[in-house]
């Protein structure tokens, strides 16, 4: 069966269960999956429409995949670190780990996400640096000078 044939599949079963039944079953998979649901989740599901179709983009955009599932989490753990947010950060951690990424990749992931992190921080600055004081105002300047007494 085809990506889009399972897609098409999936979108049945939503229109025949109905959004409320299905986000409810979506949440209860999760939370037994990953022994909790992000908040970003619970909110969503208030209007179940919402979770739906971010559920559905963030799990065609995975399941269709080159990578594998370790990796795709391994990658949105850093995400989440390089941005700071410890929930995304956690979340994705443990789902790395229940999809086989060891400590030491875990690990590895947290030092990479920190050289990017720090490397946008220095790139962004300095490409600001460079816009903003190509004309170095101290530089060109004769300062002030001292009256010269005879």
Not at 15 to 41: C, H, N, Q
Request: aromatic share 6%; charged share 30%; hydrophobic share 40%.
């Amino acid at each position: 069966m085809s990506d889009l044939s399972d897609f098409e599949a999936t979108l049945k079963r939503i229109s025949k269960r109905g959004g409320v039944e299905t986000a409810t079953e979506w949440m209860e998979d999760i939370e037994a999956e990953y022994g909790r649901a992000p908040l970003i989740f619970k909110r969503m599901a208030e209007r179940p429409e919402v979770l739906i179709s971010h559920l559905l983009y963030k799990g065609t955009v995975t399941r269709t995949s080159a990578m594998e599932p370790k990796y795709v989490e391994l990658i949105s753990m850093a995400i989440g670190a390089a941005l700071k947010c410890p929930h995304c950060t956690s979340y994705h951690m443990q789902a790395a780990a229940k999809k086989g990424a060891s400590r030491e990749e875990i690990l590895e992931v947290i030092l990479i996400a920190g050289l990017i992190s720090n490397s946008s921080v220095l790139a962004n600055a300095y490409r600001i640096f460079d816009e903003k004081m190509a004309k170095c105002i101290p530089c060109e300047s004769d300062g002030v000078r001292p009256e010269h007494r005879d």
